[in-house]
């Protein structure tokens, strides 16, 4: 795998922490993330990943992008790595309940473990977690915090806007 290189970059939602290595993106951190990243043999520095990611997700904040075309690396065990892979197929502007998703990866019974596998998604956004909601419609946990997953859906027109972007990470 190699180095990970990492950066912070700004954000409507703050600043965030990507990471990359020559096998890809590994990670994508909220300023308070629920389930950090393990960091060890991580070096902050360039990488040509980092500055695709940073362009790409610049693309979407700014409303150019739906979705995004670059090597992912995730780590995570196998039944993870599926369910996360399998985030990728929600459209942007839309949204799915947990069920759906465990039904994406075949497993209709495994609700719970869908859930705590979405959960722990170490590239939010480009693996878009933030389009699981609960069954009733209503926004559940989301590792960059409740705030940060409406302003996602709010960007993508999934919600309808109800708060100002500034007021909600004031």
């Known amino acids: 795998m190699g180095t990970i290189h990492y950066r912070r970059i700004a954000s409507p939602v703050g600043a965030l922490t990507i990471a990359a290595s020559d096998a890809g993106l590994h990670a994508i951190e909220f300023p308070s993330n629920r389930h950090p990243q393990h960091r060890e043999g991580w070096r902050e520095g360039d990488h040509p990943l980092l500055d695709q990611a940073q362009a790409q997700l610049g693309e979407y904040f700014a409303g150019k992008r739906e979705t995004f075309d670059m090597p992912l690396a995730p780590q995570g065990t196998p039944f993870q790595r599926e ?38 998604n170490p590239l939010p956004i480009v693996l878009p977690c933030h389009r699981v909601i609960g069954a009733d419609g209503s926004l559940t946990g989301f590792g960059g915090g409740l705030p940060t997953k409406r302003f996602l859906l709010e960007l993508e027109g999934a919600l309808p806007r109800e708060t100002p972007a500034a007021d909600l990470f004031s």
Do not use: E, K, M
């Not at 799915?96 to 019974?109: E, H, I, T």
């Open 83 to 120: 369910v996360w892979f399998a985030l990728a197929s929600i459209p942007y502007g839309q949204t799915a309940s947990y069920a759906q998703l465990a039904l994406r990866v075949d497993r209709p019974a495994a609700t719970r473990a869908v859930g705590a596998a979405n959960g722990r």
